[in-house]
């Protein structure tokens, strides 16, 4: 195997392994809740840590979902405009869409990677139920531009191959 079909294999396990942890944590998020409205009922007490958890964990799981999401165009689309349009236009509308995402993206990842190593080099905290590191939470921001920066890339070379 070449070195760019190792590449291309491990960046596709990696983005596989990423939608697979965000369904377990989904599914974690359906378990916790249930016990702590349990809890709640039976004992009068619940998990005070569930709350926070699960705002955590739904953007964790989000974060780590999105480049498989616009991988599989499991994302939402309104593509009624594109679909009225003549396929010339309607393809270069879907290219325009895919650059503007890309640049976005690009955007994203820089500045949220200048936020995260300031909050790094501060020190910064974040105080709840739990006391973590501000740049632990930050850092998704980056970590998962850089994958829909390349999953709009590889979508806009698919587009132009298509054309």
Do not use: Q
């Not at 590449?7 to 998020?29: H, K, Q």
């Not at 405009?81 to 994203?108: D, K």
């Not at 990677?113 to 020190?123: D, K, N, S, Y």
């Not at 973590?132 to 806009?156: D, H, Q, T």
């Amino acid at each position: 195997m070449t070195i760019i079909g190792r590449v291309s294999r491990g960046y596709n396990a990696t983005v596989f392994s990423l939608a697979a942890i965000s369904g377990t944590i989904f599914g974690c998020m359906a378990f916790l809740i249930g016990m702590d409205v349990l809890l709640r009922n039976v004992s009068g007490t619940g998990l005070n840590w569930v709350v926070e958890s699960m705002e955590y964990a739904l953007y964790g799981a989000t974060i780590f979902a999105a480049p498989w999401v616009l991988r599989t165009g499991g994302h939402v689309s309104v593509d009624i405009v594109t679909s009225s349009l003549p396929a010339g236009w309607g393809r270069r509308v879907e290219i325009a869409a895919g650059l503007l995402g890309g640049v976005i993206c690009t955007i994203v990842f820089y500045y949220s990677l200048i936020a995260t190593w300031r909050a790094f080099e501060r020190g910064s905290l974040v105080y709840k139920t739990f006391t973590i590191p501000e740049w632990w939470i930050s850092a998704l921001v980056p970590f998962c531009m850089f994958f829909m920066i390349i999953e709009f890339s590889m979508l806009l070379k698919a587009r132009k191959i298509d054309s």
